[in-house]
């Protein structure tokens, strides 16, 4: 178990520093001049170069790398050159919306694809079946935010249930509170949902019909246990390791897919300022936050390796 998770550990930390090899390369060593991109093909010689000078684009690649992953160890970033101020400062303000919503999209998509695809499979080649796999096959060929337009239309535009789009805040000293926020997010968390739910609630069905073929659960119906029993006791933890994987990657999905749903509803989250971040030519941030979102990715698929050894017995035994 100690040396399973030492492995994990270590293959962790190698990826965080090839990710952050990867983004400084892409935005900074490609050709041209990131200077002259932001400021554009107007910009002056002088202007170029104080800005080159700002930015530390004069310095060794190398001293700048080392410079940039330092401060993020120690939780120091440049400074935005749209907003002059620290990027970290943007992203932590803009992540108290993001996370929740990845959070409540990530709830909804596991409650529904556990509940339809251990429904599915108990039912295999039924009528609740098929109309389980057709519903999941309609919400995997729908864009999320086409869907988004949609929930707009029908519960904000006709039934006037909720607004539109925007943030209230979570405080009531921003006019908001927290069941006004989870109300402004609910839309949005929907539609990231419908998408992943039908994907994983199709993992759920398959992995969930080939352990009920295993001897093990012939065993245990011969025994005396039903089939929800035997369902619920033996099967669905044995079959929840694929289950696991796909949704520790649905989950990093969520916190990086929701560019297009946040600027939809227009949610000041992390999507929408890296899209204003990329209109603005504001490389700091866009740098900082692409590693934030690929440290995401890794830590996930880290807790899911640790979830491994929780749900498989074997894995502790060895």
């Known amino acids: 178990m100690a040396w399973f998770l030492l492995k994990r550990f270590a293959a962790f930390v190698a990826t965080l520093a090839v990710a952050s090899v990867v983004v400084f390369a892409v935005l900074e060593l490609l050709p041209g001049n990131a200077a002259e991109v932001i400021l554009g093909e107007t910009a002056t010689p002088e202007s170029v170069a104080a800005l080159q000078a700002r930015l530390g684009l004069d310095r060794p690649a190398l001293t700048r790398y080392l410079d940039w992953t330092g401060g993020l160890l120690r939780g120091r970033t440049a400074n935005s050159i749209s907003y002059d101020t620290p990027s970290a400062e943007l992203i932590v303000e803009r992540l108290q919306v993001t996370l929740p919503l990845a959070a409540m999209a990530m709830a909804l998509t596991v409650v529904l694809a556990l509940a339809l695809g251990v429904y599915a499979a108990a039912r295999h080649n039924q009528l609740g079946d098929v109309g389980v796999m057709a519903a999941s096959q309609l919400g995997i060929a729908i864009p999320n935010f086409w869907f988004a337009i949609l929930l707009i239309l029908l519960f904000a535009v006709k039934l006037q249930w909720v607004s539109a789009g925007g943030f209230p805040g979570w405080s009531a000293d921003d006019g908001g509170g927290l069941w ?58 044995n079959a929840l390791i694929p289950v696991l994987t796909v949704a520790g990657l649905q989950f990093a ?14 949610l000041p989250g992390i999507g929408r300022l890296v899209f204003q971040a990329i209109a603005n030519r504001d490389l700091v941030v866009v740098r900082d936050v692409v590693m934030l979102l690929a440290s995401m990715v890794v830590v996930v698929n880290f807790v899911v390796d640790l979830l491994y050894a929780v749900v498989d017995p074997r894995l502790r035994g060895a």
């Open 253 to 266: 999905n969520l916190v990086t897919g929701t560019i297009v749903v946040e600027n939809v509803f227009v």
């Open 180 to 237: 006004e926020g989870l109300q402004a997010l609910v839309l949005p968390a929907v539609a990231l949902a419908v998408v992943q739910a039908a994907i994983l609630a199709r993992i759920t069905r398959s992995s969930v019909l080939e352990v009920m073929r295993e001897d093990f659960v012939r065993t245990a119906r011969a025994k005396g246990l039903s089939k929800r029993q035997a369902l619920w006791r033996h099967v669905l933890r």
